[in-house]
């Protein structure tokens, strides 16, 4: 059996790889091992997402789509979410993902006899359905209350546009002048390595 990991942050401020090491942790009790990890800084609500189009193009039937939660792999409207989902079965992958307890039995846990198989597979796939319609639906109400504060803010004049986060330039600042790679940059200010790269070149410059 094949793992591959996806790890998804939405935006290069954030770390994608936070989750790595929980992942890894929920695959011992199987007795298994990721073979990859694919790592990203996208925006769930698109299919345009290179790593993930890797993962799914390298991958051979039989092999695990491994994510921390399907809000990871999804938070894409109905007929996208459709178009991946499709995309995944018919390339024969299996989805497990933390936060839907079923999909966990991919691991030798389903049942050999074929009527309970079935009825589990069917269970797996409408809390599947029903998790990745939550992610969407989470994803929205959050695009709307971002407008709604920045309406508001606009209106008292007091919206500035997003604003750098400068904590963490001054930590990676400070990280770099003492030696530290990017990786391990990245990795104690807890962003990601694009952050880091793009706030090194911004002090050089």
Known sequence: MFIRAY?????????????????????????????????????????ERPELIRLLDESDPGD??????IDRL???KNE???????SINNKGIFIVSLDLPTSHLTFNGFPSDE?????LNAINNMLL?????SAYKDY?????????????????????????N????????TFTKAGFSINDTAKAVGVSRSTVIRVRKKFKS
């Open 7 to 47: 790890l998804r942050a939405s935006t290069s401020e954030q770390d994608a790889t936070r989750a790595k090491d929980t992942l890894k942790k929920f695959i011992l009790n199987f007795n298994e091992r990721i073979a990859s990890f694919y790592i990203e800084n996208k925006s769930g609500n698109s299919l």
């Open 64 to 69: 695990v789509l491994l994510v921390e939660s």
């Open 74 to 76: 999804t938070r894409l």
């Open 80 to 86: 996208d979410w459709q178009t991946l989902v499709n």
């Open 115 to 119: 009527f309970m198989r079935s009825i």
């Open 129 to 133: 359905e029903i998790l990745a319609a």
């Open 140 to 164: 929205k109400e959050r695009e709307r209350k971002q407008k709604e504060g920045i309406l508001k803010a606009k209106k008292k004049g007091l919206y500035q546009g997003r604003q750098p």
């Open 166 to 173: 400068l904590d963490h330039h001054n930590r990676i600042q």
